[in-house]
């Protein structure tokens, strides 16, 4: 029994991992969760403190989620948010933000 449960287990990690890689808006879907501070495509509010994404090369956005995923660089929210992200996630996401203008 514990055989078969392991293997429905492992057919639904695959399936799931599947319909990720297939969604043609994950990078958008995901990166819709930094709207709330750093605005809509990444694009900050002039005058609200956040920085702006958009535009931002992937390298340079990818260095400091990273620095906060490690604890490297200080912060009130984003070490807690970028923890949630698989590396692949945050390359898609960072993808997304340097591709806005």
Known sequence: M?????????????????????????ARNLAATCANCHGTNGKSVDGSGMEALAGT??????????????????????????KGYTDEQMALITTYFAAQK
Do not use: W, Y
Request: net charge positive; glycine share 2%.
């Open 2 to 26: 514990k055989l078969r449960q392991l293997f429905t287990a492992l057919c639904l990690a695959a399936t799931a991992a599947t319909a990720q890689a297939e969604d043609p808006n994950l």
């Open 57 to 82: 090369t992937k390298e340079k956005l990818l260095q400091k989620i990273r620095d906060f995923k490690s604890g490297d660089k200080p912060a009130t929210i984003m070490h807690q948010i970028v």
